[in-house]
């Protein structure tokens, strides 16, 4: 086992792997990263399951029976996509109970070309709900304007979510609102608190890419220090955001019904720009109550040389407030960064199923 991964875990961190694949899950891959690298969670997204789609033979029976079926391409996707989800939800059902329900989850996305609808993104959270049919899956619903209220419908009816694709501190308040609004309303409802989970992924990488293509431009010494800068700066605070509605009376209300805390989850943490240590986003985020999900290269990199050295956000808000503080001050727009972030982001997902849709259709065709 891992050492390194272990010192993280304790820290209080929940190590979740963001990859999927039915080859991962047949060759007991999964099982052995539970094991041996603290594994306790998995992330999936549309870019996840086009790449798993494209590579070996592992769906090639089921695509075989769908086309002998005659399903629709859409329902094909979804029962390909469900398959692996149901499955490895049931791998980590075992660390689910050991940990009482806060690990051992699964997240699986709506279809991210209804990210700017709320009642399609509604239907779809609910059809995938009942789809996967297992308690420790999460529903994972875009913090776009639209998917608010949709992220608050979902928990009022007992549906546990990942928001994803947050990039601004206002969007990450916005979601908090969306999940304490849908956990009050599933309190009216009677329902039980307790067996509802929610995390928000705010993502990391992507905004020192962005930001940093910014600073270049801009071109000034001081513009050109602040790279690599931005995006441990903009999760710290927004840990510190997280931590000022957890000690909200709104909160302990809700606590003392049942409830379960929202807790972060540190998304996109694989470095881009090769000239940064390859830990960056694992070893500069640590504090108890978070999530990290890593793709497997960064899995690998904090387990063979990550350097977790004690609480890395706490006792560091003031520093990333004069980091925020300096970007304004070199020029770099943080309103105008997320929005593309988000926009970026959400086509990046729609190409991503269109892949799949492809790849999916044309092996429908082969069988």
Same mark, same amino acid.
């Given at each position: 086992?891992?050492? %390194?991964?272990?010192?993280?875990?304790?820290?209080? #961190?929940? &190590? /979740?792997?963001?990859? %999927?694949?039915?080859?991962?899950?047949? *060759?007991?891959?999964?099982?052995?990263?539970?094991?041996?690298?603290?594994?306790?969670?998995?992330?999936?997204?549309?870019?996840?399951? $086009?790449?798993?789609?494209?590579?070996?033979?592992?769906?090639?029976?089921?695509?075989?029976?769908? =086309?002998?079926?005659?399903?629709?391409?859409?329902?094909?996707?979804?029962?390909?996509?469900?398959?692996?989800?149901?499955?490895?939800?049931?791998?980590? !059902?075992?660390?689910?109970?050991?940990?009482?329900? #806060?690990?051992? !989850?699964?997240? %699986?996305?709506?279809? @991210?070309?209804?990210?700017?609808? *709320?009642?399609?993104? &509604?239907?779809?959270?609910?059809?995938? /709900? /009942?789809?996967?049919?297992?308690?420790?899956?999460?529903?994972?619903?875009?913090?776009?304007?639209?998917?608010?209220? $949709?992220?608050?419908?979902?928990?009022?009816?007992?549906?546990?979510?990942?928001?994803?694709?947050?990039?601004?501190?206002?969007?990450?308040? $916005?979601?908090?609102?969306? /999940?304490?609004?849908?956990?009050?309303?599933?309190?009216?409802?009677?329902?039980?608190?307790?067996?509802?989970?929610?995390?928000?992924?705010?993502?990391?990488? !992507? #905004?020192?890419?962005?930001?940093?293509?910014?600073?270049?431009?801009?071109?000034?010494?001081?513009?050109?220090?602040?790279?690599?800068?931005?995006?441990?700066?903009?999760?710290?605070?927004?840990?510190? =955001?997280?931590?000022?509605?957890?000690?909200?009376? !709104?909160?302990?209300?809700?606590?003392?019904? +049942?409830?379960? @805390?929202?807790?972060?989850?540190?998304?996109? *943490?694989?470095?881009?720009?090769?000239?940064? @240590?390859?830990?960056?986003?694992?070893?500069?985020?640590?504090?108890?109550?978070?999530?990290? *999900?890593?793709?497997?290269?960064?899995?690998?990199?904090?387990? +063979?040389?990550?350097?977790?050295? +004690?609480?890395?956000?706490? @006792?560091?808000?003031?520093?990333?407030?004069?980091?925020?503080?300096?970007?304004?001050?070199?020029?770099?727009?943080?309103?105008?960064?997320?929005?593309?972030?988000?926009?970026?982001?959400?086509?990046?997902?729609?190409?991503?199923?269109?892949?799949?849709?492809?790849? #999916?259709?044309?092996?429908?065709?082969?069988?």
């Amino acid at each position: 086992m891992s050492e %390194i991964l272990k010192k993280l875990s304790d820290q209080g #961190v929940s &190590i /979740w792997l963001d990859d %999927i694949s039915r080859e991962r899950l047949r *060759t007991g891959n999964l099982k052995g990263l539970i094991r041996e690298k603290h594994v306790v969670g998995v992330t999936s997204n549309p870019t996840i399951f $086009a790449s798993a789609l494209s590579k070996g033979d592992a769906y090639d029976a089921q695509i075989r029976d769908l =086309a002998v079926r005659g399903v629709d391409l859409e329902e094909a996707v979804r029962a390909i996509t469900t398959y692996d989800i149901r499955w490895a939800a049931d791998v980590l !059902r075992p660390v689910f109970d050991a940990t009482d329900g #806060v690990d051992g !989850r699964v997240s %699986i996305e709506v279809d @991210p070309r209804l990210a700017k609808d *709320t009642a399609k993104t &509604i239907a779809e959270a609910r059809a995938l /709900w /009942w789809l996967v049919d297992r308690p420790n899956t999460m529903i994972k619903i875009p913090a776009t304007v639209e998917g608010l209220p $949709a992220i608050t419908k979902a928990l009022s009816e007992g549906i546990s979510v990942n928001v994803t694709l947050i990039f601004s501190l206002e969007r990450y308040r $916005a979601v908090m609102d969306a /999940w304490l609004t849908g956990l009050e309303q599933a309190k009216e409802k009677g329902l039980d608190l307790s067996g509802i989970d929610s995390v928000a992924s705010f993502f990391v990488s !992507r #905004v020192d890419t962005e930001i940093d293509k910014r600073l270049e431009k801009i071109g000034t010494p001081e513009a050109k220090a602040l790279k690599g800068k931005a995006a441990i700066a903009n999760a710290r605070l927004a840990f510190a =955001a997280y931590e000022d509605v957890i000690n909200s009376p !709104r909160w302990q209300a809700l606590k003392e019904a +049942g409830a379960r @805390p929202q807790r972060p989850l540190w998304a996109s *943490t694989g470095t881009k720009d090769p000239s940064y @240590p390859d830990t960056l986003y694992v070893d500069q985020l640590v504090t108890s109550g978070t999530v990290n *999900t890593m793709p497997e290269k960064t899995l690998d990199a904090a387990a +063979g040389h990550g350097r977790i050295e +004690g609480d890395t956000i706490r @006792p560091l808000y003031e520093d990333a407030w004069n980091t925020m503080a300096a970007l304004k001050e070199a020029g770099v727009d943080y309103d105008d960064v997320v929005a593309v972030l988000e926009r970026e982001g959400v086509d990046k997902f729609e190409a991503s199923w269109k892949e799949l849709l492809a790849t #999916v259709e044309s092996e429908l065709r082969k069988a």
